[in-house]
T-cell receptor
Framework: GENVEQHPSTLSVQEGDSAVIKCTYS??????FPWYKQELGKRPQLIID?????GEKKDQRIAVTLNKTAKHFSLHITETQPEDSAVYFC???????????FGAGTTVTVRA | GAVVSQHPSWVICKSGTSVKIECRSL??????MFWYRQFPKQSLMLMAT?????????EQGVEKDKFLINHASLTLSTLTVTSAHPEDSSFYIC????????????????FGPGTRLTVL
């Protein structure tokens, strides 16, 4: 099955700085890569996603890049704000079964 | 749109009892629903995939006789934890995927708010 690795496990940044989270996947058939933000006790919230036919996608302060050859994708958050503090998960799935395999998560803390 | 509800939001039960959790897609028809379990400070782990009208597919290591899943309609799936024990205490989250004909596409999963299960 798919194996998704995520780094770092924790990330502390100064408000206004950028945060980068990286993930790798193992299954070359994976073609959908969502990123989720989860606050304590809440459901995962989709913040951005990318499909394998696209190399980069941006939505305001959030961007995701995908390198299919290397099987890795990254989340970039610019101009971080205290409300960006949360746990972020990457995931991967394929049209074969649409199952999501999640990374271990990154706890992001934005220092004011 | 694309709202998924779960009931109950939290439940406390005694060891040995069974607990049923409902997952509903409120404004769309879900061809597939997924059940996840999340322990504190850990990631979401897929337990099973259910398709309407057919038997659920369980992930390796998940006991199908302990975690009974029923997907009776395109808007409702239930997870029953049978003979619950303290080690079953966890955050259970469902998600739903739309039908292939949906204009929103079929990749995105819409998550329910989760159910916190505590077994005493």
């Amino acid at each position: 099955g798919e194996n998704v690795e995520q780094h770092p496990s924790t990330l502390s940044v100064q408000e206004g700085d950028s945060a980068v989270i990286k993930c790798t996947y193992s299954d070359s058939a994976s073609n959908y890569f969502p990123w989720y933000k989860q606050e304590l006790g809440k459901r995962p919230q989709l913040i951005i996603d990318i499909r394998s036919n696209v190399g980069e996608k941006k939505d305001q302060r959030i961007a995701v890049t995908l390198n299919k050859t290397a099987k890795h994708f990254s989340l970039h958050i610019t101009e971080t704000q205290p409300e960006d503090s949360a746990v972020y998960f990457c995931a991967a799935s394929s049209f074969r079964d649409y199952k999501l395999s999640f990374g271990a998560g990154t706890t992001v803390t934005v220092r004011a | 749109g694309a709202v998924v509800s779960q009931h109950p939001s939290w439940v406390i039960c005694k060891s040995g009892t069974s607990v049923k959790i409902e997952c509903r897609s409120l404004d769309f028809q879900a061809t597939t629903m997924f059940w996840y379990r999340q322990f504190p400070k850990q990631s979401l782990m897929l337990m099973a995939t259910s398709n309407e009208g057919s038997k659920a597919t369980y992930e390796q290591g998940v006991e199908k006789d302990k975690f009974l899943i029923n997907h009776a309609s395109l808007t409702l799936s239930t997870l029953t934890v049978t003979s619950a024990h303290p080690e079953d205490s966890s955050f259970y989250i469902c998600s739903a995927r739309e039908m292939e004909t949906s204009p929103r596409g079929v990749y995105e999963q819409f998550f329910g708010p989760g159910t916190r299960l505590t077994v005493l």
